[in-house]
């Protein structure tokens, strides 16, 4: 009977070192997926920031030239003019 037992116990150490086996297998895998989300969340940042910038310089220039239409529009207004 302690064969028994002791061939059991033995069973469920050698399952147990395939399961710590396995789970650090998946835990290197998990780490390197985060590793490359992190670094595409990143360059992800980088590019959000870049087409903010360029959204505000877009919106700049077009103020700029609504600004300057509005002031052609000022000069093309013919004013009325009373001769006396």
Request: aromatic share 2%; net charge negative.
């Amino acid at each position: 009977m302690g064969l028994d037992r002791l061939d059991a116990l033995e069973t469920r150490i050698k399952d147990l070192v395939k399961l710590v086996q396995e789970l650090k297998r998946r835990n290197a895998s998990l780490e390197d997926e985060i590793r490359a989300t992190r670094h595409r969340l990143a360059s992800q940042d980088d590019l959000n920031r870049r087409w903010e910038k360029e959204r505000t310089d877009i919106k700049s220039r077009i103020e700029k030239v609504m600004n300057e239409i509005e002031l052609l529009e000022c000069v093309d207004d013919p004013k009325e003019v009373t001769l006396d």
